[in-house]
């Protein structure tokens, strides 16, 4: 069968090759042989081609490993924030000054909503939505970078609870929780307190801790200062989502951490008190313990109503604030500058006294006027007719201009910016607030570099009296006036008492024992000048605020100051924002000084006539509400 | 009369299956398999629908197994003619999502294209059985026109991947054939200067492929983005793998076409390096044990077609591993038998039967 099959064969290749010829005659052991090197290349190249490739993969996998394991875990997990409950912050009675509260964003995701329509029906019945609201829905719904319809912001549970009623009619409701803040006295308390807003850029470079995942950051203010404090931890959930942000399930979670209770030196009755006493006006008053610094109101009228900024400021609103005349968001007991003006007698009578410039006896004569070398113009006492012969006390009581310019001629600008600066003009009080200003305590040094110009004699005079270059902030005026009060005890005044931590309620109190830096006073000049302010309420005769109604139960010492503005004659403009600033400084009880009390009534006029009943009035109040109400407890 | 080799008993001889090439062909079905389990979470519809398609391979493969190749030759232009007037037909009557590839028949929808890679292989194989090798110059004329009608007729679909792999594949099949170096350099200086008039002839999508193909992270969720994961998929394995059922991005679906195009990405993210490392072993031992059976075939049309088959299926794994590993351009071909998909599993069975059907009908060889 074999041959009888190859004869076949050879005979059919014979034919073949008559037909076509030699040359194309297949030739099958060299068509074999060509086939199976062809193969083995084929081959090689085949096992070559995955060699390359899986060394290739070699790179991706083993060699960037680490990368795409980072890219991959990017793809797949997203950390979400649970922002932290703020602490609140509490006056020093434990009356609620700032607190947090949730609301809620009732909305509903789009991919659970069936019938667009049918939605918009319902939400129209349980809303009760207007026109207007049904438009915003449906742009929502055309808006395809939203994921969810927001049906209502800012809820409160009770409102919700109302709403749910109907729930069966948009079963699509969620809720998303948002933390909220509010101010009980927005106004009064605003330039306390300041306000919380979104986190942006320029808080990232700042004192106060940005923790991973806060959104909200105090933004001035208490809230700003105590932030650490206040906000508490963030916690955070690590959830998994698949390619179109759908969550997965959540691998791990960190539950938020509650801030801090923050109570506040300021007691919030005295603080409306105050703040109403300014209404009208543009001014400040503090009102601080002497003798360990605790402020118990802190008042720049006007204030303004901070939960405008809680919720976040429309453009409107903030542009209103900002064109507003009475500039409401200028924080005058902190960064507003004046004149001292006569406020500053004591402490140059003080410092006078202890450099034996002059001793309480020497007197001096006041005509009116007082004339010094090379100056065409006399430097005028605010009494055109003079107080005659005047020493210390009663220059101090009369608040006699030309006494002052003559201690000034004789002490000289140098004596004058040294001895002055004990009593922290020229320098931040550091108080537990940002932002605030230094003042300017004047000297040779300072106006040589500012104004590249020489110190004039007659300048000297002017910063005798607290006028010309002199500044010095409220609180500044106030912090001098404590240590007048207290004998030289020097405290930095604080708002802060005392915070709690609402995890564990620990209680940390403000430290005093720290707080305490005793300054050098000579008793004797301290005394003289006391008595001095003691005369300007008591002394029937001279004293600039002896017109005022006194106070029966206790007795109170104080100066008037009326500082210049514009450097022209007192109140002879009908122009409010031309005239004098009325300041007046005092302390209470004149024997035991409990508190001090400094009042500045911008362009107010006369410091007697406008700030120095504020200040009795006040200090009315504290001994009636507020002293007999401790003593009580 | 019959002649069997040592290798050729049992039940494999009555099935006239290659037993080695189906052993190594099932364990890559397999490993499939499972991971296309493990990116469908579990869905087990997909895994019967790719069960029953895997079967039907089977049956076309043990069927086609069974024709003895000189059918093949016969009929082979009656094959290759029909497949150019149903691409014709698609191009009118087509139907698809991006691109016009199927041809519906009612009672039955598939890609003629598909019917190409292996019409195309036969045609070249049976033009050049009875012509002498090394192939003449003339011959090598025919040989292009045979492949580069239905390249054309399949990039206007327009599907540029099919058509680039049908063209190559034709291109083995003059390899095998024997041509000459001389040949070979002028086919690629040809090729070389065809490539801006083809350029010009693409649709932007596919241009935007290419060229997304070069600088893959420029536009992520783009036309990039699919390199891009895949890569995070694969990278992220690394040598062991996350583990069975653990892929994170092929299960949240970061990984696009994960149980098409993508499944290798898949399977090496779970699996690792070593996992990659087998399954391109296995392929290479199939491809081998295909080049052991086109060199010990018979004839020059045997050997041809036999070894263009094989080769060819290589190919598309090259293509595929290439493309998500980022070696090629993103083309859309499939992983062959691990990729989800009906025809592109019933062809590579179908060209896996005619090889088998090579190996078991050959004559003795003599000594």
Redesign the interface.
């Known amino acids: 069968m074999v041959s009888k099959h190859r004869n076949e064969t050879i005979r059919k290749r014979h034919r073949f090759e008559e037909k076509t010829g030699w040359e194309d005659i297949n030739d099958p052991v060299r068509d074999r042989a060509s086939h199976k090197l062809r193969a083995l290349v084929a081959s090689a190249i085949v096992f070559a081609i995955s060699l390359f490739y899986l060394d290739h993969i070699f790179q991706i996998q083993i060699n960037d490993h680490e990368l795409y394991t980072t890219r991959a875990e990017d793809n797949r997990i997203r950390v979400r924030p649970i922002e932290p409950i703020r602490g609140n912050i509490l006056d020093r009675n434990g009356t609620i000054l700032a607190e947090s509260f949730d609301t809620f964003d009732i909305v509903a995701k789009k991919e659970k909503i069936v019938s667009e329509e049918n939605f918009i029906i319902n939400a129209k019945k349980v809303f009760k939505f207007e026109k207007l609201e049904v438009d915003r829905l449906k742009k929502e719904f055309k808006n395809k970078k939203l994921k969810e319809i927001t049906l209502q912001k800012n809820t409160s549970m009770e409102e919700f609870t109302k709403l749910s009623v109907d729930q069966y009619l948009l079963p699509e409701m969620e809720l998303i929780v948002k933390s909220n803040r509010r101010y009980v006295f927005p106004e009064s308390t605003s330039h306390v307190l300041g306000y919380t807003g979104k986190l942006s850029e320029n808080d990232f470079d700042s004192t106060v801790e940005i923790k991973e995942g806060m959104t909200s950051v105090g933004k001035i203010g208490v809230e700003r200062f105590y932030q650490n404090l206040l906000s508490g931890s963030p916690g955070f959930e690590k959830l998994e989502t698949n390619a179109n942000n759908e969550i997965i399930r959540v691998l791990e979670k960190k539950s938020a951490t509650r801030g801090s209770d923050v109570y506040l030196t300021i007691d919030i009755k005295l603080q409306n008190y105050t703040y109403e006493l300014l209404k009208g006006q543009r001014g400040s008053i503090i009102v601080m313990n002497p003798h360990n610094g605790d402020i118990l109101s802190f008042v720049s009228h006007p204030g303004y109503d901070i939960n405008l900024f809680a919720r976040g400021i429309s453009s409107k609103d903030y542009k209103k604030l900002l064109q507003d005349k009475a500039n409401p968001l200028f924080n005058r007991a902190l960064i507003g500058q004046y004149p001292p003006g006569s406020t500053i007698k004591p402490f140059f009578g003080i410092v006078a006294l202890e450099d034996g410039i002059i001793d309480k006896s020497k007197v001096f004569a006041c005509t009116g006027a007082y004339k010094l070398e090379n100056y065409k113009r006399p430097f005028k006492c605010w009494k055109k007719d003079g107080h005659m012969d005047v020493n210390l006390s009663s220059a101090v009581a009369s608040s006699c201009d030309v006494f002052f310019y003559r201690l000034a001629e004789v002490s000289g600008i140098d004596m004058i910016h040294e001895k002055l600066q004990k009593f922290g003009f020229g320098e931040k009080t550091y108080i537990d607030l940002y932002g605030e200003k230094t003042g300017l305590l004047p000297s040779r040094e300072w106006k040589n570099q500012s104004r590249q110009t020489a110190w004039y004699p007659g300048e000297t005079l002017n910063v005798g009296i607290g006028q010309g270059y002199f500044l010095a902030t409220p609180l500044q005026l106030a912090n001098a006036t404590s240590l007048l009060a207290s004998g030289g005890s020097s405290v930095t005044p604080h708002l802060f008492l005392r915070s709690i931590d609402r995890v564990n309620n620990e209680v940390s109190n403000f430290n005093y024992s720290d707080n305490k830096n005793e300054i050098e006073i000579d008793t004797e000049s301290l005394h003289v000048v006391n008595e001095a302010m003691w005369r300007v309420i008591y002394d029937k005769n001279i004293g600039t605020a002896s017109h005022i109604k006194k106070i029966d139960s206790l007795e109170f010492a104080g100066k008037t100051g009326t500082a210049q503005v514009y450097n022209l004659d007192k109140g002879k403009t009908g122009k409010k924002s031309l005239q004098d600033h009325a300041l007046f400084i005092s302390f209470a009880p004149f024997e035991s000084p409990e508190i001090v009390v400094s009042v500045i009534v911008d362009n107010g006029g006369s410091g007697s006539a406008v700030a120095a009943p504020i200040a009795r009035d006040i200090i009315n109040f504290y001994f009636e509400n507020i002293k007999s109400k401790v003593a009580m407890q | 009369?019959r002649y069997t080799t040592d290798e050729f008993s049992g039940i494999s001889s009555i099935l006239k299956i290659d037993l080695k090439l189906f052993a190594i062909v099932m364990i890559i079905v397999f490993l499939g398999m499972i991971t296309l389990f493990s990116v469908s979470s579990g869905d087990s519809s997909l895994m019967v629908k790719q069960g029953i398609r895997i079967l039907i391979g089977l049956v076309a493969m043990i069927l086609l197994a069974q024709i003895h190749p000189d059918n093949f030759r016969l009929f082979s232009p009656v094959l290759y003619f029909g497949g150019i007037f149903l691409l014709v037909l698609t191009i009118f009557f087509g139907v698809g999502k991006s691109a016009d590839r199927w041809l519906d028949l009612y009672f039955l929808r598939f890609q003629p294209s598909e019917l190409m890679k292996i019409f195309v292989p036969l045609m070249i194989a049976s033009f050049y059985s009875d012509?002498?090798?090394?192939p003449k110059f003339k011959n090598l004329v025919v040989a292009a026109f045979i492949i580069i009608v239905p390249g054309l007729l399949i990039a206007k679909q327009p599907d540029l991947g099919t058509a680039i792999l049908i063209t190559t594949s034709g291109v083995?099949a003059i390899?095998?054939s024997?041509i000459r170096l001389v040949h070979i350099f002028l086919g690629l200086a040809f090729v070389i200067g065809a490539i801006p008039f083809l350029w010009s002839l693409m649709y932007d999508y596919q241009k935007s492929r290419i060229l997304s193909f070069f600088s893959p992270d420029q536009d992520v969720l783009g036309s990039g983005y699919h390199l891009v994961?895949s890569?995070?998929?694969?990278?992220?394995?690394?040598?062991f793998g996350k583990g069975y059922m653990n892929g994170?991005?092929s299960k949240?679906?970061?990984l696009p076409e994960n149980h098409t195009d993508f499944i290798f990405s898949a399977f090496?993210e779970e699996f690792?390096?070593m996992g990659?490392?087998l399954l391109?072993t296995l392929?290479?031992l199939a491809?081998?044990r295909g080049?052991s059976i086109?060199?010990k075939a018979t004839d020059?049309f045997s050997?041809?077609l036999s070894?263009t088959l094989i080769?060819t299926i290589?190919l598309y794994v090259?293509v595929n591993?290439?493309m998500v590993?980022?070696?090629l351009p993103i083309v859309g071909a499939p992983l062959p038998f691990m990729s989800y998909g009906g025809t592109s599993m019933l062809t590579v069975f179908a060209a896996l039967g005619i090889i088998m059907s090579i190996k078991s009908h050959q004559r003795l060889m003599r000594k």
């Open positions: 009369m012509k002498s090798l090394p083995i390899f095998l024997g994961q890569k995070i998929a694969l990278g992220s394995g690394g040598l994170t991005q949240l679906d970061f090496g690792g390096f990659v490392l391109i392929y290479v491809t081998f080049m086109s060199i020059n050997r041809i070894g080769l290589f090259l591993v290439g590993i980022g070696i």
